[in-house]
Structure formats: structure tokens, C-alpha cells
């Protein structure tokens, strides 16, 4: 016979199945998931908030500002090169003028239809680049780390740049990230470096330069095999993006503008009769004395500028190659004024004052509107704006909700970093190494401030010397000058070994 199987005791809990029970197991289901995630919580939550408490007041204050840009200007703010880069993402084919590594930023969110999709991302990027400058200061005083991310997170002209759609906010998170990166030791980390550089250099060709200031990081500090890895991740996808440049227009570079840029920046001060340029190059004089000339823009894009005014389309070749000819040989004539020209235009960013620059055109762009912007007025954005209709899939027309949109254009007029605070965040890396070095202590600076401070002057003089200022072109700066900032006052290691080499 088969063996009686012992039943299992039948406890109080199985036996009683009502519904005053089920009711009470269901009251009590929320008590225990609430007990098993406290218990899953790290104990030192509270201690760690507590912590970062004033960090994490400044982040709260930079999203609200965010949602509002999102709900007062609806989607988003357009510049005039938006419409081009709308037009690469559906004709793939790289611009004389700009790379495209915007246009592919559009073609990855293509399929949510939805340019507020775009500007959503853009802002969470910004809110990123606050959190990694405050990751990569956590070796500074709290307070130091803290302040280096007020102008990314709460400075209102940021804001609305990330608002607009434009490639600079994503050249800026790319840069920071990069920097934020690069005193790893791992090559795996590295490699991604060298990507991200590459990113930021097919979004923004200014971006160039970073790439041998990285390198000749590493190859100071004797990280040769870091130093070839860097290299190769970065230059891979840029003599690729050069080769497929090459292959559509016979041209050798990542755009076709360099000379024309370079002749426009000259402009400020080349004199044809200290120059004696040959008859070929003199088509390109202005007559006019330096002081009653027109911001260098003008000279591209103006109708009537010499170069304009020359056969075929401004960024031909052959055009290229004569303004190029021109610059170099206004440069090698007036070394000392090309010198002068570039710190003032550099000058500019460092004033208290924010005047209009280059124009009122412009310079209405960097502001959040009171009306909706019109229609664009010109052929080439016009075409732009029915790929950008097809890109959204309806009308692209900003709409200008209130209150949001008040609140926000009162914010901006009182809420920007003024010029000469930036200068101070540039200074005090160098000042506060000179008196380490004074004071005999162990320097943590070099170590620390070092890539993100020149990062910074690079990226704040190269479009000075190369091209013109701009005030958007001195905001991806920033976030690097104050992190530079916050690490140069960090604690002596000598004094704490809480910082490693």
C-alpha cells in the first residue's frame, strides 16, 4: 500500500481566507514593499542629500527654469542655421560651411517628429554638463564645486541656447564630457575620449584644436599607449567624415569656408597698401579705413561685399582658395595688427556690459521673444523651413505661451554671467598655482585645472582669431572655466589624502 503522505500543518494564515483577511493582506502589501525598498536604500541617503543639499537646490532651479522654456516657447527657438541643418538630415551630403554632426543629431530623433523632442534633449544636456562639472570637482570645497555649475545651470542666455537649435549645445556637452573623461586610466575610457572629440569636432570645427590639446595631455604625462589610442579614436571618424567631404566635392577638409572666414576675420584691419597685394587679390580690398568698416559677417554674407560680388557661389574653391591667399598674406604684413584685432575681439567677452553684436539680427536670437518670430526671409532658409515642416510633420512656427514665456524674459534680464566674472574664473587657476608654488606646497593644480582652463582659452580664442566673436560661441567655455576654477582651490595634497594622484 502506498505510504500516507503527512499533510503539512494547516496554519492560522491558510485556513483563514475570507475577505476580512484578503482586505488585510492588501493593507498590509504596501507596508511591506515599503519596508523592503527602505531596506534596499543605502543607509547614508539622508546624510548624502543632506550633503550636496546646495548643488542639488541650484539643479532643481536650472530644470524649472527649463520647463518653462519648454512650455513659453513652443517647441522651440529657430536661428537661421537651423533651416541647413534640417536640409542635410534629409539631402545627407556635407555643407561647405558647417559639419554635420548636428544634422545627425536631427537624424537620430527623426522618428519622434517632434523639434520639442529636440529641444528637450538639448536641455538635459545642459542639465548634464552641470552634474558632470560638479562629479569632476568633488575633490574642491562643496561650495566651489557648487558655484562652478551655477552658469550652466542657472545662467538664462544658456538657457535659451538650449532652446535654440543650434549645434552649440551639443558641441558643449560633448567638450565637457570629453574633459570630464580624461584623467582616466583606463583605455576603454580613453578611446571614448578620442570619440567624443571627434563628435564634438564634426559638430563645431573648432573642436580641432581640442584634440592635439588632449593628446599632448597624455603625451606629457608619459601615457604613450593612452596618448595613440586618443589619437586613432578620434582621427578615424574625422579623415572619414573628410574622405566622404572629399569624394562629393574634390576638396580636401571638413568644410569649404576656412579661407572665406579667415579673409571676413581679416577684414578688421587689412590695408591693400601695406599689403601691395598682387592684381588677382586686389578684387578683395575694401577702401574703406578699419574704423568705419562693418563686423567681418558682412563680408561673407553681405551682397555687397567684394567677395559676394565675385563670379559664381562665395565658397567655391577657387574663391576659397583667393580669400585664403588674401588672409595669409594680410596676416604676415600686419602681424601685429591681426595681434591687436584678436584681443579686441576676444575683449568683448569679458565686458560688464552685454552691447549688440554683431547686429540686431543677431543678437535678437540670443534673447527670448515677445511675439513669435516670423517666417524665415531668406531663399536658402526657406527651403529649409518645408524640409523642417516634413521634419516635425506639421507647422514649425514658435508659439509664445504666457506667463511662462514673461517670467522667463524677466529672468533673462537680470540673470547672466557678466564678462569680467568669467575673466576671474579664468584667473584663478594660474593665481592659485603661483602661490602653491610660493608657499611650497605639493601642487594638485596641474593635475586638476589644467585641461579644462586651456580647453577654455581654446575654445574662447579661436573663433576670435579665426572667424569673429559671437556670444554664443563663448558659452561653451564657460562650464570649463569654472570648473578649472573649482579645482585649483581644492586642498593641497600634501594637507589631505582624500585626492590621489
Excluded at 259 to 268: E, I, Q
Excluded at 356 to 364: A, F, K, Q, R, T
Excluded at 417 to 445: D, I, Q, W
Amino acid at each position: 500500500m502506498p505510504e500516507k503522505r503527512e499533510s503539512a500543518p494547516v496554519t492560522e494564515e491558510v485556513r483563514t481566507t475570507g475577505p476580512a483577511t484578503r482586505e488585510g493582506a492588501r493593507r498590509r502589501l504596501p507596508r511591506d514593499l515599503g519596508s523592503r525598498l527602505r531596506r534596499r536604500l543605502p543607509r547614508d541617503l539622508g546624510p548624502r542629500l543632506r550633503r550636496h543639499r546646495w548643488f542639488l537646490a541650484v539643479l532643481a532651479l536650472g530644470t524649472l527654469l527649463r520647463v518653462l522654456a519648454m512650455l513659453g516657447y513652443r517647441p522651440a527657438l529657430w536661428f537661421p542655421d537651423t533651416y541647413t541643418y534640417v536640409v542635410t538630415v534629409f539631402r545627407p551630403r556635407p555643407d561647405l560651411v558647417r559639419p554635420a554632426g548636428y544634422s545627425i543629431f536631427l537624424k537620430l530623433l527623426e522618428p519622434l517628429h517632434s523639434f520639442a523632442a529636440v529641444a528637450a534633449v538639448q536641455h538635459l544636456m545642459g542639465l548634464a554638463a552641470g552634474v558632470l562639472i560638479y562629479r569632476v570637482a568633488r575633490g574642491a570645497p562643496r561650495w566651489a564645486a557648487t558655484l562652478a555649475t551655477v552658469p550652466v545651470l542657472l545662467d538664462a542666455y544658456q538657457v535659451e541656447l538650449e532652446h535654440l537649435l543650434v549645434s552649440d549645445t551639443l558641441f558643449m556637452f560633448l567638450v565637457v564630457s570629453a574633459v570630464a573623461l580624461c584623467r582616466t586610466r583606463r583605455t576603454g575610457v580613453v578611446a571614448a575620449v578620442g570619440l567624443l572629440l571627434a563628435a564634438a569636432t564634426l559638430t563645431r570645427t573648432v573642436g580641432q584644436p581640442l584634440i592635439a590639446l588632449l593628446a599632448a595631455w597624455f603625451l606629457l604625462r608619459r601615457r604613450f599607449r593612452h596618448t595613440a589610442v586618443l589619437l586613432a579614436a578620434a582621427l578615424v571618424p574625422v579623415l572619414g567624415y573628410g574622405a566622404w567631404f572629399y569624394a562629393t566635392y574634390q576638396r580636401v577638409g571638413l568644410v569649404g569656408a576656412n579661407g572665406v572666414f579667415l579673409y571676413a576675420r581679416t577684414m578688421s584691419f587689412a590695408d591693400c597698401a601695406k599689403m601691395d597685394p598682387p592684381p588677382d587679390l586686389r578684387v578683395l580690398c575694401d577702401p574703406r579705413p578699419p574704423e568705419r568698416r562693418p563686423p567681418s559677417q558682412e563680408y561673407i554674407w553681405a551682397k555687397d561685399a567684394p567677395i559676394v560680388q565675385l563670379p559664381g557661389i562665395t565658397f567655391t574653391k577657387e574663391t576659397d582658395d583667393l580669400a585664403a591667399r588674401f588672409a595669409t598674406r594680410a596676416v604676415l604684413s600686419q602681424p601685429l595688427d591681426y595681434a591687436a584685432s584678436i584681443l579686441a575681439e576676444l575683449g568683448r567677452t569679458f565686458r560688464w556690459d552685454r552691447p549688440v553684436y554683431p547686429d540686431h539680427e543677431i543678437y535678437g536670437y540670443y534673447e527670448f521673444p515677445v511675439t513669435s518670430p516670423g517666417p524665415p526671409g531668406r531663399y536658402p532658409a526657406q527651403v529649409g523651413a518645408e524640409y523642417a515642416r516634413r521634419y516635425e510633420g506639421g507647422a514649425i512656427g514658435t508659439e509664445v505661451v504666457e506667463p511662462y514665456a514673461g517670467w522667463l524674459r524677466a529672468y533673462q534680464n537680470m540673470a547672466r554671467l557678466p564678462g569680467p566674472v568669467l575673466l576671474a574664473a579664468l584667473l584663478v587657476p594660474p593665481v592659485a598655482a603661483l602661490r602653491r608654488r610660493r608657499a611650497g606646497g605639493r601642487r594638485a593644480g596641474a593635475a586638476y585645472w589644467a585641461v579644462p582652463w586651456a580647453a577654455a582659452v581654446v575654445l574662447l580664442i579661436t573663433p576670435a582669431a579665426a572667424a569673429e566673436f559671437d556670444y554664443r560661441y563663448v558659452l561653451p567655455a564657460v562650464p570649463l572655466a569654472c570648473l578649472a576654477a573649482a579645482l585649483s582651490v581644492r586642498p593641497d595634497l600634501r594637507e589631505s589624502s582624500r585626492f590621489p594622484r
